[in-house]
């Protein structure tokens, strides 16, 4: 089966623009969780979204905002985006049901450069 | 102080040596996830560990719920195990999943 895709890989970005990152799961998995990584802090959780709700979220600012829609992909956006920005941001999907730890399976990521 | 400490953050061997990596956390988690990063940053899930020992292949994990330790294991260890290992903690709230807390990785060398 179609593992977990993330569109698109690569993104050059201007300071002060928006982008829209999209993370498609594993069919029939609900749950899309992201993460951003850099070198200095490593991989850090940004939120969950689970039937169209998000669940958690992260220490992030504001400017970091997603959505799950009714077929289970997700967006995240990034406003307004700063040099700090530039990161990989990867997605995992999981059933997440509601008594059970399930496993994830991760995307390749989105490599995002802010310049 | 990150909840998830690895030890150790690199580690060069020599092909067919047991690796170990270790992992401890100080917050309650409901899962101990072991995660491998290869360059170019995909992420593969190599176990998920609530209590007890798994192994697949040449990867063992082990937990240790009361002392908060995890450990993996490599064995007959082979250059194409080079890579980064990172635990990761996840939490369940009642409400399902609340997303991962991750250590820093630990950066695996084998030489052949």
């Known amino acids: 089966k179609a593992g977990v895709t993330q569109t698109p890989r690569y993104l050059i970005k201007t300071r002060g623009q928006q982008v829209t990152l999209s993370c498609s799961p594993i069919s029939g998995h609900r749950s899309v969780s992201w993460y951003q990584q850099t070198p200095g802090q490593g991989l850090q959780f940004l939120f969950e979204?689970?039937?169209?709700?998000?669940?958690n979220k992260g220490n992030f600012p504001g400017r970091f905002s997603g959505r799950q829609f009714s077929n289970s992909r997700s967006e995240m956006n990034v406003s307004t985006l700063e040099l700090g920005d530039s990161a990989l941001y990867l997605c995992?999907?999981?059933?997440?049901?509601?008594?059970?730890?399930?496993?994830?399976?991760f995307g390749s990521g989105t490599r995002l450069t802010v310049v | 102080k990150n909840e998830v400490e690895q030890s150790p953050q690199n580690l060069t061997a020599q092909e067919g040596e047991f690796i170990t990596i270790n992992c401890s956390y100080s917050?309650?988690?409901?899962?101990l996830h072991w995660l491998q990063q290869h360059p170019g940053g995909g992420i593969v899930s190599l176990f998920m560990?609530?209590?007890g020992k798994k192994k697949h292949g040449r990867l063992i994990a082990t937990i240790n719920i009361q002392e908060k330790h995890s450990s993996l294991h490599i064995t007959a260890s082979h250059p194409r195990d080079s890579a980064v290992y990172i635990c990761a903690g996840s939490m369940y709230s009642g409400g399902g999943a609340d997303g991962l807390t991750f250590g820093k990785g630990t950066h695996l060398i084998i030489q052949p």
């Open positions: 979204y689970f039937s169209e709700t998000q669940r």
């Open positions: 995992a999907s999981s059933l997440a049901g509601q008594a059970f730890n399930y496993g994830y399976t």
């Open positions: 917050v309650g988690i409901s899962a």
């Open positions: 560990l609530s209590s």
